[in-house]
């Protein structure tokens, strides 16, 4: 079966400073993870995705099959980046998402 | 293009009342979803409509039904509600099933806040 683990439910930290949200996953094939982000009571969008090896709003996240992990991260955090931060695990026709990190960012 | 729109945005039902969420996508996806979202609980699929004409169950049907009426909507059911069902519901459409296909992800609607008292 496949299994999404976020293992912080609120990770809080301070404008300037390091920020890595830790996503681990199990899957017996090979993945495909994405992050997403909900800002307060607003949908859900798409962050990243594994594939596309990319950086949006200054957030990277590489994939460790070794470690099987998704870390999400980001060198210098700002207010703005403050929400919901959930990653998703694809399988063969749905998505399965962990828990979710709310992430807050203080002045 | 409004992506995924969801009707209605809040409602308050009492125990025992039926309803239904509504959703549409402009985005000529095949694939349809219905998750909850919970404290604590992140988001749970209720369920799946892989393609036109066909759906599915996922993690937490039960006291729900679908009907996947076009390849544009998506409806949700309440038959009976029950307070456990308060929630947030979220509709999603993707193009592709999921793996294996260039995955492009969801696109997801607004939600709906549901409180059942």
């Known amino acids: 079966a496949q299994r999404v683990t976020q293992p912080e439910k609120l990770l809080s930290v301070f404008k300037g400073a390091p920020v890595e949200l830790k996503c681990n996953y199990s899957?017996?094939?090979?993945?495909?993870l994405f992050w997403y982000v909900q800002y307060s009571r607003q949908r859900l969008q798409l962050l990243l995705r594994?594939?596309s090896r990319e950086s949006i709003k200054g957030f990277t996240a590489d994939l460790n099959k070794g470690e099987t992990s998704f870390h999400l991260k980001k060198p210098f955090a700002q207010e703005e980046d403050s929400a919901m931060y959930y990653c998703?695990?694809?399988?063969?026709?749905?998505?399965?998402f962990g828990k979710g990190t709310m992430l807050l960012v203080s002045p | 293009n409004a992506g995924v729109t969801q009707t209605p945005k809040f409602q308050v039902l009492k125990t025992g009342q039926s309803m239904t969420l509504q959703c549409a996508q402009d985005?000529?996806?095949?694939?349809m979803y219905w998750y909850r979202q919970d404290p604590g609980m992140g988001l749970r699929l209720i369920y799946y409509?892989?393609?036109?004409?066909?759906?599915d169950k996922g993690e937490v049907p039960n006291g729900y039904n679908v009907s996947r009426l076009n390849k544009r909507e998506f409806s949700l059911r309440l038959e009976s509600a029950a307070p456990s069902q308060t929630s947030v519901y979220f509709c999603?459409?993707?193009?592709?099933?999921?793996?294996?296909?260039?995955?492009?992800?969801?696109?997801f609607g607004s939600g709906t806040r549901l409180t059942v008292v």
């Open positions: 899957y017996s094939g090979s993945p495909e």
């Open positions: 999603a459409s993707s193009l592709l099933r999921g793996r294996g296909e260039a995955n492009y992800g969801y696109t």
């Open positions: 998703a695990l694809a399988g063969y026709s749905t998505l399965t």
């Open positions: 409509s892989a393609s036109e004409g066909t759906t």
């Open positions: 594994h594939i």
């Open positions: 985005m000529n996806h095949n694939s």
